[in-house]
């Protein structure tokens, strides 16, 4: 119509120029009625998810949450727990045992032979620290994550007979044996070696050594049935013999799942079990191991929670584990190799070995409560280190099937932004797929944003 063209090409550039500023495509038609020239221009409307309630509201598989403002990675990935073995006898052999499935698997052998005083502690992190005894200073660390041994320190002196280690969190403690009254600690972070009040008298075969709650717990060995504890705060030494038996060969302490120390050691040739209670200074015998003692490379290990696992040694192959809370042994699969002299177990919890190789989030279902909407185009802001890669998917619906939409699913691709195509329905969700192939890095996904119109 003449003389309303100039009006009409101004509306005209300024929608244009409102749709060129988005970053979506929208409709826009233009045509001429009675009432004079109209310009139409379609606004969407969008589904916006990028906060930690946003996040959480979704479902992950193999997937996690991060805090706030909140993003989605791949899950963490952890090693189940299990306790690891050296079987001794001037060998290098070195185990790992699966608890839930009761089965042994040969692991990187320790770079060197391992006899009298060798020793294991685990930081509850990811290494196992270990000591070779055999007059060796040498101080190894396994790394659980890459099944890789490697040279950690050196003690001040050479490790012998009755020679341990135990972990506090912090510090690691270790008793010298050889019949001497040494014991160290060895901050792991700095490398530097401390020195800790003398024991009352030396160590020797059997010794062993526990930390908990503030306190060491060191079994004399020698035949003794010396157990004394250490104040760390104080430096202080006390002694709680064990009510009876020697603490030789074979014997070791743990500290069980109530938190108390116990002590195996032998009577009359028999395996005896018992547990000191701080609080009434006082020891209680539990049940044994019926014809079986305790020889070279016995010991013991616990995973905190409702389980002590034990070895006998003395060349024996035999595995056991004792509930506390039932009072009872039961034999498991026997270690790979005989148990002997330079024997010992360690627990190690679940140790994380980086991110899952894989996971998917399906969000919350949006309701638009528009009956037919119609979905335009996504967009997602995300972070894809080398290596690893991103996919979205949006469905939708006009109605709920289990409390989500039942159409198909919508590949958009593994860009930042996608067209949807004849995507329809009142209801929509969307889902992202994460992968890497390398588990030290993982995607990123911080926010969605779903366009749809009327």
Known sequence: MKGSSGWMLVVTLLVIASMAASDIG??????????????TGYVPNVWTQTSLTDFQAGGLSR???TSAPGSVVLGAAFKDPGVYALAGGTSRS??????????????ASIPVYVYSGSSMACDGIRYVYALVGSSSTALYRYDVVLNTWSLFNNTPSAIGNGGDLAWDG???????????????????ATGLWDDLTLTPQTVSTGA????????????????????????????AWATISVSRGAITAGSDMVIGPNGRPYCSYNVNSNWRLESYNPA????????????????????????????IFAAPGGGARSFYAYSPSSNTWTSRNDV????????????????????????????????????????????????????????????????????????TWQLLGSG???????????????????????????????????????
């Open 26 to 39: 929208c409709s826009y038609v233009d045509r001429e009625v009675s009432l004079g020239n109209t310009a």
């Open 63 to 65: 997937t996690d949450v």
């Open 94 to 107: 070195f185990y790992r045992y699966n608890i839930t499935a009761n089965t042994w698997a040969a692991m």
């Open 170 to 188: 912090t510090y690691i403690y270790v008793l010298c044996g050889s019949s001497v009254r040494t014991i160290w600690t060895l901050d792991p």
């Open 208 to 235: 062993s050594m526990i930390v908990s709650n503030g306190a060491l717990y060191v079994a004399r060995g020698g035949g003794y049935t010396t157990v004394w504890r250490y104040t760390i705060g104080t430096g």
């Open 280 to 307: 009434t200074t006082s020891w209680t015998t539990h049940a044994r191991v019926t014809g079986q003692s305790l020889g070279n490379g016995g010991g013991m290990a616990c995973d905190g929670a409702t389980t």
């Open 336 to 407: 790979p190799a005989a148990v002997t002299t330079g024997g010992c177990l360690v627990y190690v919890p679940a140790v994380r070995t980086g991110y899952q190789l894989s996971g998917s989030f399906t969000s919350s279902t949006f309701d638009t409560n528009v009956a037919g909407a119609k979905y335009i185009q996504a967009f997602w802001d995300r972070s894809i280190p080398a290596s690893t890669a991103l996919t979205l998917e949006v469905r939708s619906s006009a109605s709920l099937s289990g409390g989500a939409p039942s159409g």
């Open 416 to 454: 930042s932004s996608g067209t949807m195509s004849a995507l329809t329905g009142r209801y929509v969700q969307w889902r992202a797929t994460f992968t890497t192939s390398d588990p030290a890095v993982t995607p990123q996904l911080q926010e969605v944003r779903i366009y749809y119109r009327a």
